[in-house]
């Protein structure tokens, strides 16, 4: 349940502090109280649970300012019911003799509390000069949530796009990102020449407001292995709360990481820059070139699979809580073009198909086992048909010829769509 607050033209807001799930049999109570137009030097906070729980308590001696928030805790704790049931409760406060009608909120009793994982899709591409400024902000998100933190590049326009996914996608600038398929944002915030990365709209403060967000369920990729060019995942998905119904679908996404295109380039602006922010890309730095040859692109998109949307019907639309759901796919990547199979990993996510947002992610290192090596194949009549503008040679080149001059090409290996064709 969602806060339920009635507001007044007071002297205070009352607010809760309480998580939507707990493991144990009771909860802490907790809640802030925020000063509006006055001083608030004494106050009484009640609460009531649909348990018959109650507790009061006074703070005094106080001098809360207008704008200001004081944090209280109750004494008494707040019984939960069994695994899966809410426990409705309402907190109010008094000050000097006024009383507001508070919040009403729930808390549920669950088995386990699922691991919050965010995905920042990063629209990104080597022509772009501001795209370091992406690979920045995600060096200093990686640094803040570790694993929690699951950042893809999905390229634009060069040697590592794939076509689906960057399409799927359909970004009008770059650098851009989407967090969890529900926000737009930006690696950084610019203001009188100035950069920063908090702020509104940029990758920091989407990621942070997902992180803080209820996450109903988790995914827990068991295996992702790569043999004889056919890379096998299993996966496993459960819920600690019973989700609204919807048609909940499955990607599997494969990234490489150490992906170092020879002969080719990224293009880098803040080369001339001074700002300290910048680190290593700007001026003086270690990549304070204007053009970056060798340079290793990590959590590079190689593939999406079965699509960018993800294929409806494989999963229950209404999933029940505590049920674990065990899923395994395979996906060819003899077409697939990789530089080093020993630094792909594996992400899954559950997408909510009604509303396309990210309901849970994972990601996992590959194990290799070294035989059967992607890469190259033989490309047939309907992949022909399905070629995208441009080809690239294995330097990272764009060929002078377009797909609909194929048999222009002198014979050789080349990149089609992120796979490796032979002519």
Known sequence: MDDIRVYFDGAYIVSEDMPLMSTNGSAQVKGHLTAKNKAIKKFTVHYQAESGDTDTKVYDNLDIQPGE?????????????NAGEFQTFQIWAEVDGEQNAGVTDSIARVNFIPRRKVVLEEGTGTWCGYCPMGILAIEHLEKTYGDQFIPIAVHNNDVM?????????RFANFPIGLVNRTQLCYPMLESGGNYRMDGVGTFVEAVEKAMQQDQLGEIRIKSAELSDGLLNIFAEIEFALTPAQ???????????????????????????YTQPIFGEFGSGGKYGQTYLTNYPFQEVAREIYPSFEGRSGEFPHSPEANNKYEYGESIVMSNVAVADSAKLEMVVMLVDGMTGSIVAADKKAVLYTGKGETGIGEITGDALDQRPQFIYDLQGRKRE???????ELPSGIYIIDGKKVVK
């Open 69 to 81: 928030t004081f944090h209280f805790t109750f004494d008494k704790a707040m019984t939960l019911g």
């Open 161 to 169: 796009t794939v076509s689906k996914y960057d399409q799927g996608l």
């Open 246 to 272: 919807s048609d909940y679908r499955l990607i599997y996404v494969v990234t490489e990481n150490d992906v170092i295109i020879p002969n080719a380039y990224q293009s880098n602006y803040l080369a001339s």
């Open 401 to 407: 010829y377009d797909a609909t001059r194929w048999e």
